[in-house]
Each structure stands twice: as structure tokens, then as C-alpha cells.
């Protein structure tokens, strides 16, 4: 006797987009997208280089799961990006 098919396994799908440039002598962001788990968060710093965090709200990373992230940083302007960590 055959069972249930089984479920589809659920996938994470994510994008984002952080454009910053040059502004009054600082790096100041100018366009922000954020699509799914992809998530952008930018720390409250004051002075150059703009700091922002990559975050996959979905957490880990598994088979068939797809992120897309774009990063654009105009002439003059400085940027550090990262990612999350996490620790048990």
C-alpha cells in the first residue's frame, strides 16, 4: 500500500540591493531593496566607511535554497559589509 506522496520541502528565496555613495563629505546609503529572508541592516556609526550586515532571516543555508545580494558603492565612498554570526 503506497503511502502519501511526501510533502515538498520548503526553500528560502531572498535579494537585496545596498547602493551608497559619496554625500556632504560622507558614505551615505542611497537606495536600499530588500526581497524574502535577504534582510540588510546598517548600524547606527557615525564617519565612513558606512557598516552594513547581511542577514538570512531564514537562518541556515540548505539544498535548493537561493539568496542574491548586490552591493554598489559609488566613487569615493567606502563601504564594509559582513555577514551575521551566530554562536551556541
Given amino acids: 500500500m503506497a503511502g502519501a506522496p511526501l ?3 520548503q ?3 531572498g535579494r537585496a540591493r545596498l547602493f551608497c555613495g559619496k554625500s556632504d563629505g560622507r ?6 531593496y530588500q526581497d524574502g529572508s535577504a534582510k540588510i541592516r ?5 564617519g565612513d566607511p558606512l ?7 531564514a537562518g541556515g543555508m540548505t539544498g535548493g535554497d537561493r539568496l ?4 554598489e ?4 565612498a567606502s563601504a ?3 555577514t551575521q554570526a551566530c554562536e551556541k
Avoid at 542574491?68 to 552591493?71: A, Y
Fill in 7 to 9: 510533502p515538498a520541502a
Fill in 11 to 13: 526553500r528560502v528565496a
Fill in 27 to 32: 558614505t551615505r546609503l542611497q537606495r536600499l
Fill in 42 to 46: 546598517l548600524p547606527a556609526v557615525q
Fill in 51 to 57: 557598516e552594513a550586515v547581511l542577514i538570512n532571516t
Fill in 68 to 71: 542574491g545580494w548586490t552591493i
Fill in 73 to 76: 558603492v559609488g566613487a569615493e
Fill in 80 to 82: 564594509s559589509i559582513t
